[in-house]
């Protein structure tokens, strides 16, 4: 039965593109602008599921991911 899970992405520009990331499974894409890295990173991880065998994606998958903000002192 298929079901629909939540994961985090965090997508940032590099160069030209941007680069996606979820860190939960440390998996990522990429694309020409945010909504292309969003999808194709949604496509890596429909893919993994898919083909990844269940101890893999025990292994692989991080149950708490916390993103916050940091303050840090420069210079």
């Not at 194709?40 to 101890?55: H, M, Q, R, T, W």
């Amino acid at each position: 039965m298929k079901q629909i899970q939540q994961f985090t992405a965090i997508i940032e520009r590099e160069g030209d593109g941007y680069v996606s990331l979820c860190p939960q499974l440390d998996i990522g894409s990429q694309g020409n602008t945010v909504e292309e890295a969003r999808k194709n990173l949604i496509e890596a991880l429909e893919l993994f599921f898919e083909v990844a065998d269940p101890s893999e994606i025990r292994s692989r998958l991080h149950s708490e991911v916390f993103v916050t903000s940091l303050e840090v002192v420069v210079g």
